[in-house]
C-alpha cells in the first residue's frame, strides 16, 4: 500500500524546544507512523555556540517521537513540534499508512537562509530538498511506494526582524512555495497542485520582530491567492514567555489545525471537476 507522506518544515517554532516532552501524552498510533526529522541550528549559527541545538533521525525513518536535543543545551532536553498531533490526527482519522518528514532550522529567515536560488550562506532550501531526497530515497530501497500529499510550513518570525526582509515577504514566500512544488514534483503522482498549509506568526511580541504584521499579512495574501494552500491561526495559542514560542499545548492544537485544514483541502480538491 502507498504511503503518505507530509512534509513539516520552518524555524524554531516546528522544533520546538520550548515545547516540553513530558507534558506529551502517550499515543499508540505514534508506533504506525512512520518518522524522519533533520533539525537544529543552521550551518552559521551552529558554530556560534559552544554545544549546539541539534536532534536528527540520522537519515533514517523510526516512528513518530518527541526529539532529543544531543548534545542538549537548554529548554526542554526532550521537545516536539506539530508534527505530534499532525499524524495522530490523520491517522486515526483514516490516513495510513502515514509518514511525517520534519526539517527545521531556528532562527532563520526566507529573505536568506530559506532562498531557492542562494549559492552561499546557509542554503536551507538546499538542504531541505536533500532531506526530502534521502527520506524517499530510504523508502523505495526498502520496497516502499510512496507519494508526497502535503507541505506545513511555519515560519517568519526572523523576517519581521527587519523592514526591508518583512516587506519582501510576500513576494519571497511566492517564489519559495512555487519552487518547492516544482522541485517536489517526482515526489507527487499524477496532477494538480500539491496542498500546502500554513501557520500564520503570531502578533509582534514585546520584544524584537517589530516588522511581524507585514509577514502576517503577506502570509494570509498568498494562501488565499495560490492554488490548493491555505492558513491556519495561532494567535490564541499559548506562547511562553518571549511571546513567540508556542508552548506543548500551543504545539499540540497547531498540529491538529493543521490536519484539520488539510483535509478539508483534500476535499475541495476531490470535489472538483477533473
Known amino acids: 500500500m502507498e504511503r503518505t507522506v507530509l512534509l513539516v518544515a520552518g524555524q524554531s517554532n516546528v522544533l520546538n524546544w520550548h515545547a516540553d516532552a513530558a507534558a506529551l501524552p502517550l499515543a ?29 533521525s540520522a537519515s533514517a525513518w523510526t516512528t513518530l517521537r518527541a526529539q532529543r536535543q544531543e548534545p542538549y543545551v537548554r529548554y526542554a532536553r526532550e521537545f516536539f513540534g506539530p508534527e505530534i498531533s499532525l499524524g495522530r490526527t490523520l491517522h486515526d482519522a483514516g490516513v495510513q499508512p502515514l509518514g ?17 536560488d542562494a549559492t552561499a550562506g546557509n542554503r536551507l ?8 531526497h534521502r527520506a524517499f530515497d530510504t523508502l523505495a530501497a526498502r520496497g516502499e511506494s510512496a507519494r508526497l ?3 506545513f510550513w511555519l515560519q517568519g518570525e526572523t523576517d519581521g526582524a527587519r523592514l526591508d526582509s518583512a516587506t519582501a515577504y510576500e513576494a519571497n514566500l511566492r ?10 514534483a517526482y515526489a ?13 506568526v503570531g502578533p509582534p511580541p514585546a520584544k524584537g520582530y517589530p516588522h511581524q504584521d507585514l509577514v502576517r499579512t503577506a502570509q494570509v495574501r498568498v494562501a488565499e491567492s495560490l492554488p490548493a494552500t491555505t492558513w491556519v491561526d495561532t494567535d490564541d495559542l499559548p ?29 475541495s480538491s476531490a470535489t472538483k471537476p477533473h
Open 175 to 184: 517564489t519559495f512555495l512555487a519552487r518547492l512544488r516544482q522541485d517536489l
Open 125 to 132: 532550501y538546499a538542504l531541505l530538498l536533500a532531506q526530502v
Open 188 to 200: 507527487v503522482p499524477g496532477s494538480g497542485s500539491l496542498p500546502v498549509v500554513l501557520g500564520r
Open 149 to 151: 500529499a502535503g507541505i
Open 239 to 267: 506562547r511562553d514567555t518571549d511571546g513567540v514560542h508556542l508552548l506543548a499545548p500551543g504545539v499540540l492544537s497547531l498540529g491538529q489545525r493543521w490536519a484539520a485544514a488539510w483535509q478539508r483541502l483534500r476535499a
Open 28 to 56: 499508540p498510533a505514534d508506533a504506525a507512523i512512520a518518522f524522519y526529522f533533520h533539525t537544529g541550528a543552521p550551518p552559521s549559527k551552529a558554530g556560534q555556540m559552544p554545544t549546539p541545538f541539534n536532534a536528527t
Open 100 to 116: 511525517i518528514i520534519k526539517v527545521g532550522y531556528f532562527g532563520s529567515s526566507l529573505a536568506e537562509d530559506w532562498r531557492p
